[in-house]
């Protein structure tokens, strides 16, 4: 590998040409962005190689394409645009340097389609695997959507289908990569997830929306972020869930339950909200216009926060929180 100088020339080289938002990019001791209009969003997530990603089947581009990507979706939980992103690198000595290209191509791919300009960053040498840790600031509207805005009374509604990202790990896991020859849009949605910008976007222009959250550590895990920030209680209906017969057939490939993707499968990047009953109408229509489903999956209820489900099988009962832990999940 070149040295840390040269190294960060020829990551830099495979970026996006800055827009007129950033006044002084990358080469100086901090950016400088020119003043938005809308309310500054800041968020910050990192991966790690061997938990979040594998080099065996995950290729560098996929990498970096997904360490912007879920901090993108953030933004877009709070219905706002992203904006500029600083990316710091923490690398083995002796780490391919083309692996680094390769994972800043995915970077700069997903950067072009959701206009963030990159800002800086950092590269310092890891003593274990490689690390990309990934700040996003967004812009937020008037409205800016939060997880404690939940009211008695709001239908609960989840975009897209619930589970393929879990069901393209576990067919990861099972076949390596051969399994994108099986199954390759469930391998590809655990790959390269969409963050969903121009939907949380329409979301916030709707005033009965009233809370949001994305998808990232799994349902039962985020359906009590928003109960507990809410202080409210949630009753989910398990037949409503939005199931493909993807995920369908993954499950039978794999002789596996499909329960546990829907419920505790993390990294969908999808929005999951509440809204009054009333605007349940636009929610749907808001995602039709973006060619995404949008499901009505249960109801806010009054009581103390908790989780209720009535399950497949008849029986109302809590429903764990069972998505990703980093401290209790292997």
Known sequence: MNGEFELIDSLVRLLPPLSQRTELG??????VLKPFLGKPLLTIDALVEKIHFDFSFCEPFEVGYKALAVNVSDIAAMGGKPRAALIALAVPAS?????????????SNLAQENSVDVIGGNISRSLGGLSISVVVLGEGKDKVITRSGAK?????FVSGFLGEAAAGLSLFKAYGSQARKKFPNLCNRYLKPSP???????????????SLIDLSDGLSSELWHLSKASKA????????LPLSTEVKSAARELS?????????GGEEYELLGTCSAQSSKEVIEAGAEQGISMTLIGEVLAGQSQV???????KQEILEARGWDHFKSS
């Open 26 to 31: 990358i080469g100086d001791d901090a950016a």
């Open 95 to 107: 780490f391919d340097s083309k692996i680094l290209e390769g994972i800043y191509r995915g970077i």
């Open 152 to 156: 008695e009374g709001d239908k609960v």
């Open 196 to 210: 969903r910008v121009p939907l949380g976007e329409a979301l916030a222009g709707i005033p009965g929306v009233h």
């Open 233 to 240: 209680q949630f009753l989910i209906q398990e037949k409503l």
């Open 256 to 264: 596996m339950p499909f329960r546990p993707w829907l419920l505790s």
């Open 308 to 314: 209720l489900i009535d399950t497949s099988e008849g």
